[in-house]
Antibody, heavy 121, light 107 residues
C-alpha cells in the first residue's frame, strides 16, 4: 500500500529554518516525480517544488533560493529544507507523488496528511 | 508564469443538480490541465487529468473538457459528498500553477 507520512512541521521564528520529511512506503521515491504543495490557512493551493526521478529540481519563485528539495534513497524519504523563513511561508505543507501512469507532472495520486509550519515571532 | 482563473469562485447548488466550473489559462496549455477536489482538513484528491481523463476510482458523474486556454469540470448529478472546493492546475510549464478554487456549497 502506498503511503506518505510527513513530519517536521512546527513553530519557527522569522529568519529561522526547518526541515520537513516525507517518509514513503509502498513505492520507491527515487523512481517517481515528487512534489511539495502548500496551503496557507484559509487560502488556496500553491505548488512549492518538484524533484524528478533523474534528480532535476524546480521551485516556485516565492521560495527559490530559500528552500531545497532532496531525497534520501536509502531511507525512501523526501525532504524540504526551508531556510530564511518568512511569515508568509506559514501553511500546511503536503508532499505528493506524481502518478506513474500519467504523462508529465501535476497528476498527484498520493498525498501525505500535511504538516503545519507556522512562522511567527 | 501561467495564470489560471477559475469561475465562479463560489457556487450554491442542490443534490441532483448539474454543475459546471470553468478554468481559463493566460496562455495555451494544450491539455495539461488537471482538476482536484479538496474537503476541509484533507489533502486534495485528483479527479481529472489531461483535461478529460477520469482518474481511477473517481465516479463517472465527474467529467472534464477543453484544450488550449478554456476548460470545464462538470458534475452531472451532484451528490452530498461532492460539496467541497475544486481546483484546476496547469502542468504545461513550471511553475505549476493552480486556479484560486471554486467552493461548492449546498443550497
Amino acid at each position: 500500500e502506498v503511503q506518505l507520512v510527513e513530519s517536521g512541521g512546527g513553530l519557527v521564528q522569522p529568519g529561522g529554518s526547518l526541515r520537513l520529511s516525507c517518509a514513503a512506503s509502498g513505492f520507491t521515491v527515487s523512481s517517481n516525480y515528487m512534489s511539495w504543495v502548500r496551503q496557507a490557512p484559509g487560502k488556496g493551493l500553491e505548488w512549492v517544488s518538484i524533484i524528478y526521478s533523474g534528480g532535476t529540481t524546480y521551485y516556485a519563485d516565492s521560495v527559490q533560493g530559500r528552500f531545497t528539495i532532496s531525497r534520501d534513497n536509502s531511507k525512501n524519504t523526501l525532504y524540504l529544507q526551508m531556510n530564511s523563513l518568512r511569515v508568509e511561508d506559514t501553511a500546511v505543507y503536503y508532499c505528493a507523488r506524481d502518478s506513474p501512469y500519467i504523462t508529465g507532472t501535476g497528476g498527484w495520486d498520493y498525498w501525505g496528511q500535511g504538516t503545519l509550519v507556522t512562522v511567527s515571532s | 508564469d501561467i495564470q489560471m482563473t477559475q469561475s465562479p469562485s463560489s457556487l450554491s447548488a442542490s443534490v441532483g443538480d448539474r454543475v459546471t466550473i470553468t478554468c481559463r489559462a493566460s496562455q495555451s496549455i494544450s491539455s495539461y490541465l488537471n482538476w482536484y477536489q479538496q474537503k476541509p482538513g484533507k489533502a486534495p484528491k485528483l479527479l481529472i487529468y489531461a483535461a478529460s481523463s477520469l482518474q481511477s476510482g473517481v465516479p463517472s458523474r465527474f467529467s472534464g473538457s477543453g484544450s488550449g486556454t478554456d476548460f470545464t469540470l462538470t458534475i452531472s448529478s451532484l451528490q452530498p459528498e461532492d460539496f467541497a472546493t475544486y481546483y484546476c492546475l496547469q502542468s504545461y510549464s513550471t511553475p505549476i500553477t493552480f486556479g484560486q478554487g471554486t467552493r461548492l456549497e449546498i443550497k
